[in-house]
Every structure is written in C-alpha cells, then in structure tokens.
C-alpha cells in the first residue's frame, strides 16, 4: 500500500466521497441539510472529529488491538474511542472557545451516531492505511462530507419553492438530488483512483 | 399499550417501516443492495442483531440507570454484530469480504437504536424481541425491493442467475451509486403515493 497520503486526501474529497460513492453518513445528510449555514457547521465538526478519530483509531487498533490478536474487539472499540473523542472535545470546546461551542454545540453529540465516522476508521483497517495515509483519509473524508452535504443544501434552498409532486417532497427529492450530485462526481473519477 | 404481534408485525413491515417511512438506516440499504444475495445476508444480519438486541435490552431495562442508556444500548449491539462479523468470517468469507465496513456499521444503524430507545426500553422482553424481529423484516424487504432491480437492470440476474438472454445490455449505471439514489428516491415516493401514513389513516382519509 504505497500510495501517496497527498492521492489519498484527493481522493477521498472527490472520487471517494464518503456520502456520494459510500453512502455514509446519509441520516444526518438528508435531516440537516436544509441550510447552508447549518450544514457548513455540521460538516465542521464532522471534519474535525474524523480527522482526531482516524488518528486515535490507528494507534489504537495497530498498538493495542493487534499485538493482543484483539482485531474482532475494533467495533466496540473503536465505537468508546469515538463517543469519549467527541465527548471530549465537547468539554474542551465549551471551555476555551464558548463561541465555536454554540454554533457547533447541538451537532457535537449527533456525531457519535454518524456512521461517516466509524466507516472511515474500518475503511482505514481494511485497507491497511499507514498513519500519514489514515490521517491524510480522514482530513479528506472530512472535507468531501462537508463539501457534498453544502452543496446539497444550496440546492435544497433553490428548489424551496419548486412545484414537487407530493409524495415525493422531502426526503424522496432529496435522494434524486443526491443521486444526480453522485452522478456529476463520477465525471471525476479519472482524475486519481484508489481502493 | 401492549399491541398484538399481528399489529407488531404490520407496523414494523409497513405503515412505519424503518427505510422508506423513518428514513432510518439508509446508509447501508443504499451501500449493499446492487447485489440481491448481498442483500439478503445484511438483512438477516440485522433482523438478528435488532432482534437480540431488543431483547436484551429489554431484559435489564429496569437494572439500567437511565443517564448510561445510550452507552449500554450501544454496547450491547457491538457485541451481537461481532457475533455476525465472526460468524460470516468463519463461515462465508467471500461475502464477508464482499459486505467489507457494512456489517460492522450495522452498530450505526440508526434503526436498532430506534428501536432500542423507542420500545424496548419501556415494554417486556417477548413483544421487543417481535419489535425487532419486524422492523428488520421491514428492511429486509425495502433492500430486496431496491436489489431486485438493481441486480437485474445493472446485471440481467436475479441471486445471480441470468434471467434474460445475451441481448440485454446492463445498465451499468444502476450498479453505481447513482442509481442506488435513484431507486430509494422512487420507493420512498411509491410509497407516500400508496401506503398511507398511520395519523392519515386514524383521521379517516384512507
């Protein structure tokens, strides 16, 4: 697995897009992405918690867990791993920088649950990432989650006041949107590739 | 408040199914579904971890101090898809390798924490285990729904038997992520237009 952290960061913005090519994270990308502003603070700490997770993750599974021949503990683990990070940012947050803390406040505790997290770091074990390359994952899993659920909500607000066919409305259109959105980042598959 | 396992059954399957009316637990049921035996395997997958789950948190649902719920609910799902994660590695390492992060997402499926919050925690062992049992049937059948045509548009099989000729030209594109948007999009919207919702029903608008 030689592959340059700098690809893998590219990648997983564009090519590999956590929600449009691994459907990741979806529950929170069709309820919160009703507005940009929101949307922009979810996929924040989103980024931020993947990007602390990945790392911990790492070192946890490749100093703990595999010495020990404990792989099939990762799930639990990486699970508490997961809730006390957030937990633990919540704290640090509330305490030195109030401000971030109320705008990004009500997403924090929303993160343990989405499975973009999660995803990353057991991506990460199957496909054998290094530390630079899991950090590299996670940044840039991050950033595509942040990138797609924007731009989403962008075109949610535009199509606010579309004449959309009743049962459809909502979460239906939101998925066609998606879809067409996934459809528009495959025109960048070429550009780097990586399994 | 206890329902009989007939209304159990025909709530969890139907009127409040999990995928197309919750929008609960898509991550997976969009991920999984371009192949029907995928399909089937994440599905029993589930209705065995929901299940189990329910049920065992039903059983110490009065031994739980309620501010460590979560943790504890969490907990005991981990532990039940390790047990299908084994399982599967032991015995079918192909789809295991095939399912690869899915399965151990099912502990982020927000469907069996639904559950787990919303019925077991209140109501007695042998309903949540029914509980369980029908809101993993109702997803089951939503991602065999999508697989059905995903497989045979993308591929021209169904559990991969080739049921039309050499003539057929798959759409690749419905094996792709794209499609998979696509054809939730369209269930979610077949069913608003056809299933009426439960309130809808009470007021007397069928």
């Not at chain 1, 946890?60 to 020990?68: D, F, G, R, S, W």
């Not at chain 2, 709530?11 to 199914?17: I, L, R, S, T, Y």
């Not at chain 2, 991920?31 to 049920?55: C, K, P």
């Amino acid at each position: 697995m030689e592959i340059n952290p700098f690809t893998i960061l590219i990648a997983s913005i564009f090519t590999n897009n956590m929600i449009l090519a691994n459907f990741l994270g979806m529950c929170s990308f069709i309820a919160v992405s009703k507005e940009i502003k929101t949307s922009l603070g979810l996929g924040q700490a989103v980024t931020f918690v993947l990007t602390g997770t990945s790392v911990i993750n790492y070192l946890v599974y490749t100093y703990i867990l595999e010495p020990y021949g404990l792989e099939y503990l990762r799930f639990i683990v990486f699970i508490i791993t997961i809730a006390t990070f957030v937990q633990l940012v919540e704290m640090i947050i509330e305490r030195y920088v109030p401000t971030l803390y109320y705008s990004l406040g009500i997403f924090l505790p929303l993160i343990t649950v989405n499975c973009a997290i999660l995803g990353v770091s057991l991506f990460m074990v199957i496909r054998e990432y290094t530390l630079l390359q899991s950090l590299a994952f996670g940044i840039g899993s991050g950033l595509g989650w942040t990138l797609a659920i924007v731009a989403l909500a962008a075109i949610r607000q535009k199509i606010k006041n579309a004449p959309i066919p009743k049962g459809l409305q909502g979460a239906g259109v939101t998925l066609i949107i998606t879809g067409l959105m996934a459809l528009a980042f495959i025109g960048l598959s070429g550009v780097v590739t990586i399994q | 408040m206890v329902k009989g396992l007939g209304n159990i059954f025909r709530d969890g399957v139907f009127q409040d199914n999990p995928v197309y009316r919750q929008i609960l637990g898509i991550c997976s049921a969009l991920a999984v579904t371009n192949l029907l035996i995928n399909s089937f395997v994440m599905g029993m997958g589930l209705i065995f971890v929901t299940s189990f789950s329910s049920l065992t948190v039903s059983l110490l649902r009065n031994h739980t101090p309620s501010h460590v719920r979560m943790m504890v609910q969490t907990l005991i799902i981990s532990a039940y898809v390790i047990i299908v994660d084994i399982v599967l590695k032991a015995y079918w390492p192909a789809m295991s390798d095939a399912l690869g992060p899915y399965v151990g997402l099912i502990i982020t499926n927000c469907i069996i924490m639904g559950r787990c919050e919303a019925y077991a925690q209140k109501n007695k062992p042998l309903p949540s285990f029914f509980d369980g049992i029908a809101s993993g049937i109702g997803y089951m059948v939503v991602l065999l729904a999508i697989a059905v045509f995903r497989e045979f548009l993308g591929f021209g099989t169904l559990f991969g038997i080739s049921v039309v000729g050499d003539w057929w030209t798959n759409w690749i594109f419905m094996v792709m992520p794209p499609g998979a948007f696509f054809m939730l999009g369209i269930l979610i919207w077949i069913a608003n237009t056809y299933i009426p919702a439960k309130d809808e029903k009470l007021g007397g608008a069928k």
